[in-house]
């Protein structure tokens, strides 16, 4: 078992999900409180890597980490260090090919909310922040537990995109699903099967939390 | 005292001109789409028309010329919902105490006298889904009551309960509207709902408020007969005005009838006139009445529906070439006369009740 790599994994799935939280409720309030031209367009762009091989993202995000690119040459200006083949590049990394799934159920849950009872709020006083987090959060919080758990779980299972950009360095880009492979190859079996096992029982630990919130959430939509 | 005036184009049209004093009930009355709910969600702030004034005790609320448009939040609103809004995740004591505006440690006790007011004493743990249809509206209602509004807005609140429970409903805002001394606009498409809560009706229509008065005026005594439509006038006739023996009389086909209120008419005009079905009287069969003199008719029946103890006749007028002359009169009046389909009745039409209109 190497525990280096699950440890790495660990860090990097609950970094990743606690980063989406902020950022995917932003973009999925936005889009479900407007309708402006283009929002197909924007919501094809969050929902490309569901779709997309990984490599042709691992590659197009290796391309945008280089040193000479925007993003690359700003955080090697920052901080001394390249972006790709770190730890910091493949968090980065992460929070793009797991922002659909972060999305999407918080999208779900905030479009579910009857524009009805966020007017009844505001005609109750409230305002709109407090509309958000006495009605709109509590209303949506199943579908942004979904979000937290699927991101969670499909980051610790990557692996072309963490390949490409991270590389196999260990301690810092390895994760269980490269040290998994690795160990295959080296014929490593019963080390493979060990972290597969954990791997699956997170998966449908995960799942399982999945379908109890969506239950609920069908439950509160119902009402 | 609630003014509004609403004027815009687009996306659809409004042209609203009404007004509600405190404690009065005002309906506003008009068919689906007719654009009752968009004044009603102007009036709280939910949107905005494009030109026009909302003023209520004296603080102006929206105002295109001078810029003012206030946020929901600003205007002190209580808004009932058609299907209630009820806040899904909180108790019943939890939604009212959201809406609360006073000091905390007064939430719980005023909440309680809201619930109390509203009939709904011992509900307070419960959850929104754990009440029936009219014990949701009774706690959309405290709601909307928790801010102390300045005006109360009730968008069909009746239209998502069974009638059973509509009737009840009925009684207690009657009872809860003389205990409230703000204004309150009532939207249904529902006549009859509308004149036994409303102190005034207003009509509107395709965005437009046609007439606004007492229901007994708006409902017999239409502006026109566009109004006269909406309010589903059952008996609308065309006719002219002709001078017989120094009085104006409606000529009806071969009939003149006698007209009390002829203001406003001329003779040789071409006028549309309206009778409230109870005011067509029935000449009973067994004695003479000295009424029968008033404008007598005598008609043959082609339908005859009875409901909740009035029985509705339709006539086929003689020398006529209407056929829809319809009177309504007590069912046991109906049984006592003997009256039946193709039989051949005759009746009065109240010279006070006509009701003339301009064409």
Known sequence: MDWQAFEVSMSLALLTCLSLLPIGLAIAYLLAKSRFVGRGFIEAIITLPLVLPPTVLGYFLLVGMDNNSFLGGLFVSLTGQ?????????????????????????????????PEIREAAWCSGLSKWKTFFKIELPLAWPGIITAMVLSFSHTLGEFGVVLMIGGNIAGETRTLSIAIYDSVLAFDHQQAQSMSLILLAIALVTITIVYTFNRKQSRVAVL | MLQVILQQTRPTTLNVDLNCEKGEVLALVGPSGAGKSSVLRCIAGLQSAQKGMISCKGKTWFDS????????????????????????????????????????????????????????SGLEQRYPHQLSGGQQQRVAIARALARQPEVLLLDE?????????????????NTLRRQLDMPVILVTHDLDEAAMLADNL??????????????????????????????????VFTGQLVEHENSLKLKWYDNLIDVVDTTNFSVGDNIHWTLSPSKVLLHQRVRQSRGEHENPLVGTISEMVSLRGITTLILNVEHTQEKHLQMDLPEHVAIRNQLKIGETISVSLLADAIHLMQE
Not at chain 1, 97 to 110: E, G, I, K, N, T
């Open chain 2, 202 to 235: 207003c009509v509107i229509h395709q965005g437009s408020t046609l007439q606004q008065g007492r229901p007994e005026q708006v409902l017999f005594k239409p502006d026109n007969v566009a109004i006269a439509r909406q309010v589903d006038a059952r008996n």
């Open chain 1, 82 to 114: 390249s972006l790709a083949f770190s730890f910091a590049g493949l968090w980065f990394a992460s929070i793009i090919y797991s922002l659909p799934f972060a999305v999407q159920p918080m999208l779900r849950s905030l479009e579910n909310i009857e």
């Open chain 2, 157 to 173: 609140p009746f239209s998502a309960v069974d009638k059973v429970t509509r009737r009840k409903l009925y009684m207690e805002l």
């Open chain 2, 65 to 120: 010329e001078a810029r003012i448009n206030q946020t929901p939040q600003q205007r002190r609103v209580g808004m009932v919902f058609q299907h209630y809004a009820l806040f899904p995740h909180l108790t019943v004591m939890e939604n009212i105490k959201l809406a609360l505006d006073i000091d905390k440690d007064l939430h719980h006790q005023h909440g309680e006298q809201l619930l109390d007011k509203v009939n709904l």
